[in-house]
């Protein structure tokens, strides 16, 4: 059976998630990745016993940008 991982190493864990999940173009994209972003802080807030640090929404979505299409396959047409 493998070992228990440490409480502090999966704490950690989360906090890397949020990390990640906080960069520019990752949160900013869409209100998907923009719900994750608050959801992984609003859990992390509770392991921490402190209050969320939540963002607010973008005034327009990464995703929606021109350039965004290039990576998704589009077809740019415009």
Not at 7 to 24: H, K, P
Request: one cysteine or more.
């Amino acid at each position: 059976m493998d070992e228990p991982v440490a409480w502090e190493t999966l704490v950690e864990s989360v906090r890397q998630m949020r990390d990640v999940q906080g960069m520019d173009g990752n949160w900013n994209c869409d209100p998907y990745m923009h719900g994750l972003f608050n959801g992984i802080e609003f859990a992390l807030s509770l392991i921490e016993v402190r209050e969320p640090k939540f963002r607010d929404a973008p005034e327009k979505w990464l995703c929606d940008e021109p350039k965004a299409r290039i990576f998704s396959g589009e077809q740019n047409n415009g």
